[in-house]
């Protein structure tokens, strides 16, 4: 037999109690409880729906019976205004009969008689033959002004032209030619446009 300290001894004993204590506790600890299944929460029942009142159908309103559009009255349909017949257009007035070439003029004519002969003779109007007249009037007076081209040529019977002539001082004791030894004084003359019309040949022919 081996020799066992009295210390050690009372370690093992001590160590002995105490696992029997142990032991002792854990047969006492009473097992786990199961946890308790939950209840379900009892379902709410769900209300009961209320019926919709069935709806009531409004009575239809009788359609009033439509009244008849009075007819408008036809607009009386204008009576169509009779076509005036287009006035006839008066025949060409015949010129009268030209007078011969060789048929002279003894006495020079008015205004009017020209302008009745020229109407008489081409079938025109006095008044057209005037207005004519009047026109080639403004014609040369637009030539020969001012500014203007200076020259107007009727064709066949005559040309017109201008010439400026500058001023001149008076001089004295210039011969005269209409009385040969004898002198005279010249007044001064301004500055001045010529008129000076050339007949052409047509014309010179005419008077030959």
Do not use: W
């Amino acid at each position: 037999m081996f020799y066992v300290p009295p210390c050690t001894r009372h370690h093992q004993r001590v160590t002995q109690e105490f696992a029997m204590a142990v032991k002792k506790k854990s047969a006492r600890k009473p097992a786990p409880k199961k946890a308790a299944p939950k209840r379900a929460a009892p379902k709410k029942k769900a209300a009961p729906k209320k019926k919709a009142a069935p709806k009531r159908a409004a009575p239809k309103k009788k359609a009033a019976p439509k009244r008849a559009a009075p007819k408008k009255k036809a607009a009386p349909k204008k009576k169509a205004a009779p076509k005036r017949a287009a006035p006839k257009k008066a025949a060409a007035q015949k010129p009268a009969a030209k007078p011969q070439a060789s048929t002279a003029i003894s006495k020079a004519y008015s205004k009017t008689q020209i302008l009745n002969e020229i109407a008489g003779s081409t079938g025109l109007t006095r008044k057209q033959v005037g207005d004519v007249m009047a026109e080639l009037d403004t014609l040369v007076s637009r030539h020969i002004r001012k500014r203007g081209a200076g020259a107007f040529t009727l064709p066949g019977l005559l040309k017109i032209t201008t010439v400026k002539k500058p001023a001149r001082r008076a001089r004295k004791g210039v011969p005269n030619p209409f009385r040969p030894g004898e002198t005279m004084d010249v007044a001064a003359k301004p500055a001045q446009t010529v008129v000076k019309v050339r007949p052409l040949k047509r014309l010179k022919d005419m008077a030959g």
